[in-house]
């Protein structure tokens, strides 16, 4: 495998992760009441489908073929929410942390691809600048789960 190939297949999987975080929150959405967290999901959502067309653009810079779909595993995690929204006594507060969940095993994903020295510096910002805003995210999404405890 060379190196845009490489290259390309990191990106990739960060872009499933993006479209699996955008469908969590979308599905989010459905299960809350609250207009707040109803507008916090969706520009998460939003976000997060922005993310999925700048990593695009870079696989396609590379030569590469973007996947248009997210993972098996994000399908089954929304499912999860879903029912765990039902089941529970505080639904808002399980779909946050549901939420937190998700964000921070994204935070790892992208942590993972910073700590690799071979990237160009252009991904290289790319992806940090992603990162800080699925920081900043996860701040947001804990402080609302206080307030709905």
Known sequence: MNYREKISKKLNELLV?????EKGYLNAIENVESSELKLFFKRRASERSQFAKELRTEILQYGQIPEDSGSFKGAMHRNWMSL?????SN???AIIEEAIKGEEAS????DTLLKENNLP???DNLIA???HAIQAAINTEKVHEELVS
């Open 84 to 88: 765990k929204a039902v089941f529970s």
């Open 121 to 123: 510096p252009t991904i």
């Open 17 to 21: 992760k993006n479209y699996d975080a």
């Open 129 to 131: 600048k992603h990162r």
């Open 91 to 93: 639904n808002e507060e």
């Open 107 to 110: 935070l790892e994903e992208y």
